[in-house]
């Protein structure tokens, strides 16, 4: 099914460990986004992409990186794991028209330790 | 920083209640979409409104759009069970393409 593909579903970190979360995406949008979940909060924007070798910064970037090096695959890094990322993490693609809702992905639930 | 409020933040109700969810902001978007989501799943589009004063509607859910492009609303009639989510609000930034979300309104509907 055409759609975003997230990987893996749920992680387990001891803090100070690195890891990448994965993101594809089959339907050609330019426009990807990085965005964490938590209770109260909402849904807030950690970096986004607005094209291959275009990234730039959100709401929450620190302690994460981002690249794209093609129009599907924009994975999420996370340099030194704290408890303070513990968290869902959703990507999502649009076409980047107003009109154009985003496609999110089904999530990866992280839980450092 | 623009931010979208929306209420209430929980409601819980009766099979066939009507009830409306609100959307706020002090700043103008240039569109605003509703995503509907479910435990263990990414948010899904609902709709989204662009011009001012514009009214969709999808089945038993009602949208509309603020004549000011500031607010939203959305209206479910004769509430079910299977209407149960998170519902959020999302103001689209056009000079980024990226989305701005409201804190969502659980809305939890009993048989």
């Known amino acids: 099914n055409a759609g975003v593909t997230q990987t893996p579903k749920f992680q387990v970190l001891k803090t100070g460990q690195s890891m990448t979360l994965q993101c594809a995406q089959d339907m050609n949008h330019e426009y990807m986004s990085w965005y964490r979940q938590d209770p109260g909060m909402g849904l807030r924007l950690i970096h986004y992409?607005?094209?291959?070798?275009?990234?730039d910064q959100g709401e929450v970037p620190n302690g994460y990186n981002v690249s794209r090096s093609t129009t599907e695959d924009f994975p999420l890094r996370l340099l030194s794991a704290a408890p303070s990322q513990t968290s869902v993490y959703f990507c999502a693609s649009s076409y980047g028209d107003r009109d154009y809702g985003y496609t999110f992905g089904s999530g990866t639930r992280l839980t450092v330790v | 920083t623009q931010l979208l409020e929306q209420s209430p933040q929980f409601l819980s109700i009766q099979e066939g209640e009507n009830l409306t969810v609100y959307c706020n902001s002090s700043?103008?978007?240039?569109?605003l979409q509703w995503y509907r989501q479910e435990p263990g799943e990414g948010p899904v589009l609902l709709v989204t409104?662009?011009?001012?004063?514009e009214v969709k509607k999808l089945k038993r859910l009602t949208f509309q759009f603020g004549d000011a492009r500031k607010d939203s609303s959305l209206h479910i009639t004769a509430a079910q069970p299977g209407d149960t989510g998170l519902y959020l609000c999302?103001?689209?930034?056009?000079?980024?393409?990226?989305?701005?979300f409201g804190k969502g309104t659980m809305l939890l509907v009993s048989p």
């Open positions: 992409s607005v094209g291959a070798g275009i990234t």
């Open positions: 999302a103001g689209f930034n056009s000079g980024y393409s990226t989305l701005t």
């Open positions: 700043s103008v978007f240039s569109s």
């Open positions: 409104v662009v011009t001012g004063g």
